[in-house]
T-cell receptor, first 113, second 113 residues
Framework: DQQVKQNSPSLSVQEGRISILNCDYTNSMFDYFLWYKKYPAEGPTFLISISSIKDKNEDGRFTVFLNKSAKHLSLHIVPSQPGDSAVYFCAATATGGSYIPTFGRGTSLIVHP | ETGVTQTPRHLVMGMTNKKSLKCEQHLGHNAMYWYKQSAKKPLELMFVYNFKEQTENNSVPSRFSPECPNSSHLFLHLHTLQPEDSALYLC????????????FGSGTQLSVL
């Protein structure tokens, strides 16, 4: 049973537009969420995170929104650039619980010039 | 450079071969991980070590044998692999506290013939 779900395996966006990547979770104990970005044949790299005490965290072109009641978070990239084309993984942890994150399946983002 | 180095980057082996993957981290982390990423599949956690002790073995076949001689080094010994074991093998490290991000290596792209 997947506790972290990324239901869209792929997303295609035009350069300059907004990319919205979604993530849902089922475990109500999760209270810290991370997004990782992965290029082909490379390891994932940390992108942005959010604690459950917040509903928004922004870092440059990247913003993560958290809706605790819906157990849903989203990553917004605006404006999208061709270099953003990668696989994006959502991950979640529970403070005081296991430090090992639970990952989603990933969403492949393609940004067209 | 993420501080986590994996060698080799690419490996081709026959089903009867024995090989080892190496991972080294210079980040002072206590926890080290092996993940497997197959094409179009999610990141699969294989093993976790914390302070050199194995804390997770995610039902991995015995043809994969991890070794953690110290908290900076992690190995994955491979023997009698199957073609379906072909994948990208990723090493990661983190502190053992919740809400800490993982630092991944670039991975070893393994092909089993």
């Amino acid at each position: 049973d997947q506790q972290v779900k990324q239901n869209s395996p792929s997303l295609s966006v035009q350069e300059g537009r907004i990319s919205i990547l979604n993530c849902d979770y089922t475990n109500s104990m999760f209270d810290y969420f991370l997004w990782y970005k992965k290029y082909p044949a490379e390891g994932p790299t940390f992108l942005i995170s959010i604690s459950s005490i917040k509903d928004k965290n922004e870092d440059g072109r990247f913003t993560v929104f958290l809706n605790k009641s819906a157990k849903h978070l989203s990553l917004h990239i605006v404006p999208s650039q061709p270099g953003d084309s990668a696989v994006y993984f959502c991950a979640a942890t529970a403070t005081g619980g296991s430090y090992i994150p639970t990952f989603g399946r990933g969403t492949s983002l393609i940004v067209h010039p | 450079e993420t501080g986590v180095t994996q060698t080799p980057r690419h490996l081709v082996m026959g089903m009867t071969n024995k090989k080892s993957l190496k991972c080294e981290q210079h980040l002072g982390h206590n926890a080290m991980y092996w993940y497997k990423q197959s094409a179009k599949k999610p990141l699969e956690l294989m093993f976790v070590y914390n302070f050199k002790e194995q804390t997770e073995n995610n039902s991995v076949p015995s043809r994969f044998s991890p070794e953690c001689p110290n908290s900076s080094h992690l190995f994955l010994h491979l023997h009698t692999l199957q073609p379906e074991d072909s994948a990208l093998y990723l090493c990661a490290s983190s502190s053992d506290r919740s809400n800490e991000k993982l630092f991944f290596g670039s991975g070893t792209q393994l092909s089993v013939l």
